[in-house]
């Protein structure tokens, strides 16, 4: 069943594509409405799925040693995997060495970039701080969302074991099977999906969207992405004697899925479905580690955000020193931690840094032509790595003393 469901969305896949290459507008059109229904459904489902998987895994797992050692392993191989990503595209942008842009290119290009970074990275910050209980759901304010979450699941785990608490724990249970239920509809009719969603890239690529003079700054983000997804993340697994190859396999749903919504938080639904169904996560290890990395592990991110500003302040004439480097892998990665899971994400949090240090970011504008593209790649490699995390963690929790008694090892 699992290796003919992947068939189907490959045959999907490759008929978006031949769809797409045909460019008539029409279908261009119908297709652009089907993928936007399909986005919005699964963004629809993402913010309960992220509140009920948190709430109640906390509540169940409570303050204990169950629920420290699995948050302390989750953000340990985040930090490590969000770390390597940043290293690793430090390497190759000086090894591949982008050059500067003519400056007659740059000041063409300022049209609006600068009214965009109006927000500085300190305004993004207190912005995760919620005022009001109602807004980050609105909003889909994910890092809101989480310490609410964390609050509420913390409070309900610490409350005496009396009939209320028992009635609002079945509540909240009950609805979370309800969402899984609706997930596993929209996954049944995902090859849809798959179909428009290919479409809609195979038109966007074919109206073209690269620029020669950024080839090298585009190389060195797409070969770092790549060098994380293929080579860095299954080196980790390996180390922790987990099979990368079908990791990706059992996972590749959830990566395809982000590939074409370019949004980790609506593609969360899809990811711990195959977590749980076609990798064996355990419930319990799958619907805490997944909604914590996708608020906080992003790979994909820092390197961008790495590559993006040392391209940016070289352009702008700034020295760009050992040291300076080796502090913009630290700012990469505490940065990647604080952006949220939506398309788009990355690039308006390296603009708001940019802004922060005052350099003209007008070479943004050059840059988000092309940034359909990265925020594909990079979204699809955030995933991967979610899930090669949620599978360390839960590896680590099986082979523990407790894993019995927690109920990991069923």
Known sequence: MKKNQIILWLVALAVGVGIGLLHIKAVDAVMNVIATIYTRLFRLLAVPTIVLAVV??????????SMKRMFRTTITYTLLTTTAAAVVALGLYLLIAPGNLPPGVVSAENSGVNEMAGQSYSDHLLSVIPDNIVKPFLDGNVL???????????????????????????????????????????IVVLPLGIVAFAEQLT???????????????????LIGNCSQFFIVLPLFLLAKGINPIKALSAMMPAVLMALFTKSSAA???????????????????????????????MNGCAAFILVTSLFVMQNNGMPVSAASMVLWVFIAVLSA??????PMGCYFLTLSLMSGIGADV????IILPIYTIIDMVETAENVWSDSCVCAITDKTLRNSPAADKNGLTE
């Open 337 to 342: 931690f604080g952006n949220a899971g939506v």
């Open 56 to 65: 109640t895994t906390l509540a169940s797992l409570g303050g204990g040693k």
């Open 144 to 186: 809101g969302l989480m310490l609410l979450c964390f609050a509420v699941g913390i409070a309900l785990s610490k409350m005496p074991d009396t009939a209320p608490k028992r009635s609002l724990m079945n509540g909240l249970n009950g609805l979370q099977e309800l969402l899984f239920r609706l997930i596993h509809w929209l």
């Open 267 to 297: 593609t969360l639904p899809v990811t711990m479905q195959s977590a749980e169904t076609r990798l064996g996560i355990s419930p319990r290890t799958s619907r805490f580690v997944l909604p914590v990395c996708t608020t906080v592990n």
């Open 362 to 365: 007008a070479i943004m504008g």
């Open 203 to 221: 038109a966007q690529v074919g109206g073209g969207v690269m620029l020669d003079s950024l080839g090298k700054y585009v190389l060195v983000i």
